[in-house]
């Protein structure tokens, strides 16, 4: 059993900064990603990234988000600058074995942080 547990969240204002963590316990699948949730809508990709170091970013997200890895430590990191209000959302943090968009290609995933941005 996988288990994933993220931090890191917080309160910061626009075009600050955040750095999430997700660490997984067990054997994680290829691919590891985030996703958010913003009150009243769905829950939307952000990034995934492979074993290899590939990535597939969220176009909303592209050029202020950086995602990546440490193997050794079984976490990955998510590294947010230049923050907008339109990013407050309970950020989750997922497992699965193809780097993709879509929540059913992710089998395991952990409880969630929140992010708040004030404008």
């Known amino acids: 059993q996988v288990q994933l547990v993220e931090s890191g969240g917080g309160l910061v204002q626009a075009g600050g900064s955040l750095r999430l963590s997700c660490t997984a316990s067990g054997r994680t699948g290829f691919v590891m990603g985030w996703f958010r949730q913003a009150p009243g809508k769905e829950r939307e990709f952000v990034v995934g990234?492979?074993?290899?170091?590939?990535?597939y970013y969220a176009n909303s997200v592209k050029g202020r988000f950086t995602i990546s890895r440490d193997s050794s430590k079984n976490t990955i990191y998510l590294q947010m600058n230049n923050l907008k209000p339109e990013d407050t959302a309970v950020y989750y943090c997922?497992?699965?074995?193809?780097?993709?968009?879509?929540?059913?290609?992710?089998?395991?995933w952990g409880q969630g942080t929140q992010v708040t941005v004030s404008s």
């Open positions: 997922a497992s699965g074995d193809r780097l993709s968009p879509w929540e059913r290609a992710y089998d395991y």
């Open positions: 990234i492979n074993r290899s170091g590939g990535t």
